[in-house]
């Protein structure tokens, strides 16, 4: 995620700027489509691509030398899945590489690819998966969503970074070095943005549930187990 300005060669620009492009057209589709059969989605969909600018805008340092952020997607994948996700993060990584520094123009198809396409339809699968089992809250399974999200859009960062610049001819051995440096301090990092996206969750359960009834997040019994919690 965030890699910079003129640091991919044009030709990899332009491989992930192709490969991002259908995600991206068939989620504004998607998102058009929602926001016209119900208005009452916009305001959860305006606070989860908040919460993906505000997130990833963070910036770690890591004792490597590198830097590490949260992605602040797992939220929005959960709620609306991976091609809403990947127009949410589209915006804000455009915003960001423009007002921020923070990744770069050319690079913004690779930047995309990894943080709103990989991370949030990987996440994506797996918060499917839980739900389905009947067995893990939403607290517990947006938490998973979240850190798997993070996590996955480091290892493509990693893979994208190894694919150019190879140690001694592999690409494995890119791979392992780039994914090493990032590992120390994105493993807690995903747990720690798991942990707040859980909670965030929980709190919208609490506040605004009809929307994520309607979106088919969870049902009234859940609800109200959530609410009673709070009381």
């Known amino acids: 995620m965030h890699i910079m300005e003129g640091y991919l060669p044009i030709g990899w620009c332009i491989f992930w700027a192709v490969l991002s492009a259908p995600f991206v057209i068939y989620g504004i589709w998607k998102m058009t489509k929602m926001i ?32 590490s952020h949260p992605t602040g997607t797992g939220l929005s994948a959960a709620f609306f899945g991976p091609f809403i996700t990947s127009v949410l993060g589209t915006i804000v990584l455009l915003f960001q590489a423009l007002l921020l520094a923070h990744g770069g123009l050319t690079t913004l198809g690779a930047n995309v690819f990894s943080m709103a396409i990989a991370g949030p339809f990987i996440a994506w699968l797996v918060f499917v998966g839980l739900r389905k089992t009947g067995k893990v809250g939403i607290g517990l399974a947006v938490f998973i969503t979240a850190a798997v999200a993070n996590l996955v859009t480091y290892t493509v960062t990693s893979l994208q970074l190894a694919l150019v610049f190879p140690v001694d001819g592999s690409i494995l051995n890119a791979f392992i070095a780039f994914a090493g440096i990032f590992a120390i301090t994105q493993i ?13 969750a929980k709190y919208i359960v609490r506040v605004k549930p009809e929307i994520l009834k309607k979106l088919g997040i969870i049902q009234d019994e859940e609800i109200a187990k959530i609410q009673g919690e709070a009381v």
């Not at 989605?41 to 490597?64: E, N, R």
């Not at 807690?188 to 965030?200: K, N, Q, R, S």
């Open 36 to 67: 016209q059969e119900d208005r009452r989605v916009l305001p959860l969909m305006a606070v989860c691509g908040a919460f993906v600018f505000v997130l990833s805008a963070l910036k770690i340092p890591s004792v490597t030398g590198s830097c």
């Open 188 to 200: 807690p990092l995903a747990i720690i943005e798991g942990i707040i996206c859980g909670l965030v």
